[in-house]
């Protein structure tokens, strides 16, 4: 007696209502229905959790009753305007009563409204602290039927693919390659708009993403999702732009067609950026949405009825069979994170599996929700860096572990130290004979934007030190670009006008032209407290010009990479003959850094150096040793 077939596989639409909804409690997104009276139609898990009530308690409830304060609010206001017009909408704003920013996807249809909602705070505090987080360009190579474009700013042609003419009505070649032709495509109510976004996208560099209308040549009008990157030449200028195009006509028609609850929770679910699944006890799979499709490279509806091992490598598939063998026999979710390779790209995903039961309540499928956490935890694990360095620097400074080392400046024709140059040193914590480098500090605390507190308590250090030799103290660019720390200094050399009067501040070149702005005004307010300015490692940015015109500078001081090759490369011996000519055009004294042997001092001499400086004439020393 041959043994009977197990359930075959079945389409979303062939889920239960019972089943549907147990899918989308497990969303991370919640959802609720409201009808036009403000009632609660149906709200699923993580929303009433996100709301604070059980769910069965918000349901034919009004929504202003149970929560006066929505009344008014922007939520509130929106969703009544979508109502009033039929058109879907998407906002972010912040809840005052939760403290939360929340994301909100509306989606009216006939006598009620679609609220697709999630709590956004962590990732709106992330940006807000970062000042930029920006969404990775998707290539249009990976993503199936799309059409892709060029455009190559100097010549102004557009290239577009086979596909993309497809979209816009056109035989391939019919397109006219320019930005005009492009504009002349666009809807008119669109144009602006679209170029106000292309132009903002060039003008930062930044990748863009927006939805246009098109007007096909027969008339048709057609709804387009682009998605892009500028590629930044040389110069830092837009070079080009690349980008693709996704005709969503269909998508756009369906999200304001959502009619009954079973064909709206389908559009939701294979719309959801979380990879879903449903597989039979034995592993095969009997839905897939779209976003398990793009990630497996599998289209979703090619996935039903195949295995998993034939979608997954081995050792990750039966990773997986073990879990949904464990949701299954304990009837519970089971938690996990996995790592998967897509396009050679690593990346994390947290995953939830819990079991869907028959008609007799018996598990006998499972399904999974996988979602991206890559971002996040990165952003988590540099949130954690940036607290553990701001603590470290904070104590060493709180606990006088930070200690200044000063190495002198010598002057070539009389041989006497002129100068000395203040350096910061760090000893660790519990190992008072340990002394840590720069090196291993000073990258971290520019990194996470800590060098300020560094910077001002080493000019503090500098102003309390006796007598009346010249002391050189570093000034990094990020300090120069913070109001908050410029202000400290500045009124610090204030509060000691004749200790000012002995400093001399090094800045480094840079390209950025903000940070060169902001050495301008910084150079502009030390110089008039009586502080004297130096360019350090002259000669190795592209910028070195533009700051001896731009700065009130009094010195240059040569790149170590030119002086410790001087005597065995004529090139660096030219390019340091050719600084010191150029800082007695603009009547300035040179500085020669890394001097360590005789024969270099003795080439340096002769080539007209005003100061050496390096270990030759000694070595960075704690203060109190260098001034005996």
Not at 42 to 64: C, D, K, W
Not at 105 to 132: G, M, S
Not at 314 to 336: C, N
Not at 442 to 448: R, T
Request: charged share 30%; aromatic share 6%.
């Amino acid at each position: 007696m041959s043994e009977a077939p197990g359930p075959g596989p079945r389409s979303l639409n062939a889920l239960s209502p019972t089943e549907i909804v147990e899918v989308l409690d497990r969303l991370v997104d919640g959802i609720m229905v409201l009808g036009r009276d403000w009632r609660v139609q149906f709200v699923n898990q993580p929303a009433a959790a996100m709301l604070g009530r059980p769910a069965a308690e918000l349901h034919g409830r009004s929504i202003l009753d149970e929560f006066p304060e929505f009344a008014g609010h922007p939520f509130q206001v929106a969703f009544a305007e979508a109502m009033r017009s039929g058109e879907p909408l998407r906002m972010v704003e912040h809840y005052e009563p939760f403290g939360r920013w929340f994301e909100t996807r509306a989606f009216p249809h006939e006598d009620r409204i679609v609220n697709l909602f999630r709590d956004v705070t962590p990732e709106h505090e992330i940006e807000l602290e970062l000042r930029e987080q920006v969404r990775q360009f998707e290539e249009a190579e990976r993503i199936v039927k799309f059409g892709t474009w060029r455009w190559e700013v100097a010549s102004g042609r557009v290239h577009w693919s086979d596909e993309l003419h497809r979209i816009y009505g056109l035989r391939p070649g019919e397109f006219a390659g320019t930005a005009e032709a492009f504009s002349a495509a666009l809807h008119a109510d669109d144009r602006d708009r679209v170029w106000d976004e292309i132009s903002s996208a060039m003008e930062t560099l930044s990748p863009f993403v927006f939805e246009e209308r098109i007007v096909r040549p027969d008339g048709e009008v057609r709804t387009l999702v682009s998605k892009g990157r500028v590629i930044p030449g040389n110069d830092g200028k837009a070079l080009a732009l690349v980008g693709v195009c996704h005709d969503v006509t269909s998508r756009v028609h369906t999200e304001r067609a959502l009619g009954e609850s079973e064909r709206r929770m389908h559009a939701i679910v294979d719309n959801t950026p979380s990879l879903i699944t449903v597989k039979d006890l034995d592993g095969r799979y009997l839905m897939a949405n779209a976003e398990a499709g793009r990630i497996t490279g599998v289209p979703s509806e090619q996935m039903v009825g195949m295995h998993c091992t034939d979608v997954f490598p081995e050792e990750l598939a039966s990773q997986q069979r073990t879990i949904d063998r464990q949701a299954a026999s304990e009837g519970e979710a089971v938690y996990d994170e996995v790592e998967l390779q897509i396009e050679g790209e690593s990346r994390t995903y947290l995953s939830v599996t819990f079991p869907l039961p028959d008609e007799e309540g018996v598990p006998s499928e499972t399904c999974s929700i996988a979602t991206d956490v890559t971002e996040r935890r990165e952003r988590e694990s540099e949130q954690r860096q940036r607290r553990d360095w701001r603590e470290r620097i904070e104590t060493a400074l709180s606990e006088e572990r930070m200690l200044v080392y000063a190495q002198p400046i010598t002057d070539l024709g009389s041989g006497e130290e002129v100068s000395r140059e203040l350096l910061s040193r760090l000893r660790a914590p519990g190992e008072p004979g340990a002394i840590l480098p720069p090196d291993a500090f000073l990258p971290a605390a520019e990194d996470y934007g800590l060098i300020q507190q560094i910077d001002v308590w080493m000019v503090r250090q500098a102003l309390s030190i006796p007598g009346q030799t010249p002391l050189d103290v570093n000034i990094s660019a990020l300090t120069m670009c913070d109001p908050g720390a410029r202000a400290e200094i500045e009124a610090l050399l204030r509060s000691s006008p004749e200790a000012a009067r002995r400093l001399v501040f090094e800045v480094t070149e840079t390209a950025s032209a903000l940070q060169l702005e902001a050495a301008r005004d910084f150079a502009a307010a030390v110089v008039g407290l009586g502080c004297r300015l130096a360019l350090d490692d002259f000669g190795v940015g592209f910028g070195s010009f533009t700051y001896l015109r731009m700065l009130p500078l009094s010195f240059i001081k040569i790149d170590l990479s030119f002086v410790q090759s001087a005597t065995t490369s004529t090139d660096d011996r030219r390019v340091i003959r050719g600084i010191i000519g150029i800082a007695r055009e603009f009547g300035l004294r040179t500085i020669a850094e890394g001097v360590e042997d005789e024969e270099t001092l003795e080439l340096l001499r002769e080539l007209g150096a005003d100061m050496v400086q390096g270990y030759l004439l000694g070595r960075p020393a704690p203060l109190a040793a260098s001034a005996a």
